[in-house]
């Protein structure tokens, strides 16, 4: 069985950049993209506190279709600039929102979810999925935490 657990002390950019390695190592070999992509929700759900929702969407057909992830059931399909993940999508670029409910048309699949990073996943100059982590804290994520998960759906982006 594969574990990954953070050391005390370590900087988010160390975390980050073992994380990306652990990521790595985790789905090495795996040809399978929905194999994978269960392995690193579950990784990211291991590795990072405060979290009540973890996952990936994939686009498919011109939407977002739900894809492995853990936490409570959530919305299966959402429309491309719709909520915190298809304004990632539809913007290719990062979404890191503090409070969600005061993020304009925000989707609430759970609502105890307060803080939100979306994070698209880029192949051949498409976004082909984004990486969804949700909190039920506010302010749960920052730049860090940000910059890391860029990291990340790069390294993972041949792979899923």
């Not at 953070?6 to 194999?35: C, K, M, N, T, Y």
């Not at 304004?87 to 759970?110: K, M, N, Y």
């Not at 609502?111 to 982590?133: C, F, K, N, Q, T």
Request: net charge negative; hydrophobic share 50%.
């Amino acid at each position: 069985m594969y574990e990954f657990t953070p050391h005390a002390g370590q900087s988010s950019a160390e975390f980050h950049e073992e994380l990306v390695a652990s990521a790595l190592a985790l789905i090495a070999g795996e040809r399978d993209p929905v194999a994978n992509m269960a392995n690193l929700a579950a990784l990211l759900w291991q590795a990072m506190p405060d979290l009540n929702w973890a996952g990936f969407y994939r686009v498919i057909g011109g939407e977002l279709v739900l894809g492995p992830f853990i936490g409570k059931p959530a919305c299966v399909r959402i429309v491309h600039g719709r909520g915190v993940c298809g304004t990632a999508w539809a913007r290719a670029e990062s979404q890191l929102v503090a409070d969600v409910h005061r993020f304009p048309g925000h989707i609430a699949c759970d609502p105890a979810s307060r803080s939100e990073l979306v994070v698209p996943v880029h192949r051949d100059g498409a976004v082909i999925a984004v990486i969804d982590l949700d909190s039920p804290l506010p302010s749960r994520f920052d730049a860090a935490d940000q910059a890391g998960l860029e990291a990340f759906a790069g390294a993972i982006a041949r792979h899923i």
